[in-house]
């Protein structure tokens, strides 16, 4: 059996289970809050950090290994492909949205709206919101340049950079705020990456607490 610890509020998870869906794997979640980690979760990471895999006694901890082990070892579906040169596109713009997005853009709206409220019962900084949805811009044109160059962010094919950015997005899509109608391609793209039956569950998702946006499952938004 094949056990990931989760929490639908980290886009890391978000990303695993996109990435095993689309390799039409059968899994369960066992919910885990980040702003209070039980003792099981050190047991099984001394980090503390999810998500964290379970197969069959083997356990996998943190993003990084857990996409590349699902890489491996389920290669009939592929999500890093093509040349050298290709593959290493690829893992460069999964390092982009794991870390440089996730620093400049999640941390800055998610971690104020969301875990402060839950871990400290604290009111989020509108100025660092403020500098989140600055910096989602340039992401958001970002996306736009990259697909003007291929029909999916890493490739003209969906790849795990793909994943790993709407991973990110839709966590922030569901707290509401997404500019998406000042970036056409950038939404038409999104539509598709959530329109995919791996994306199903990612939309039922719900947050203890706060209503997503009314938007958030439409396919056709």
């Known amino acids: 059996m094949v056990l990931l610890v ?11 289970r996109l990435q095993m869906s689309e390799k039409k794997m059968l899994f369960v979640l066992r919910e885990e809050e980040p ?3 039980s003792e099981d979760v050190y047991k ?6 999810l998500p964290i895999l ?8 943190g993003n990084y290994a857990i996409s590349e082990y699902l890489e491996e070892t389920r290669n009939d579906v592929s999500l890093i492909f093509g040349t050298v040169e290709q593959k290493a596109e690829i893992r460069r713009l999964v390092d982009w949205f794991d870390n440089k997005f996730y620093r400049e853009v999640y941390r800055n709206l998610v971690y104020e ?4 409220r839950f871990a400290a019962g604290m009111a989020p900084d509108s100025k660092i919101i403020k500098i989140g949805l600055n910096n989602l811009n340039y992401h958001l044109e970002y996306i736009e340049w990259l697909l003007e160059q291929r ?5 003209d094919t969906i790849s795990l950079a793909d994943l790993s950015a709407a991973a990110q997005l839709s966590v922030i899509d569901y707290l509401g705020g997404i500019p998406w109608e000042e970036f056409r391609n ?9 329109s995919r039956p791996s994306f199903k569950d990612i939309l039922k998702d719900n947050i203890r607490g706060i209503l997503p946006t009314k938007h958030y499952a439409n396919l056709d938004f």
């Open 6 to 16: 989760h929490h639908p509020i980290s886009p890391f998870a978000r990303k695993i």
């Open 35 to 37: 702003w209070k980690i």
């Open 44 to 49: 099984l990471n001394p980090a503390g950090e």
């Open 54 to 61: 379970l197969n069959d006694g083997i356990v996998i901890c």
């Open 113 to 116: 709206k969301v875990h402060k």
């Open 151 to 155: 029909q999916y962010l890493g490739a």
């Open 186 to 194: 950038a939404k038409i793209w999104y539509s598709k990456i959530k």
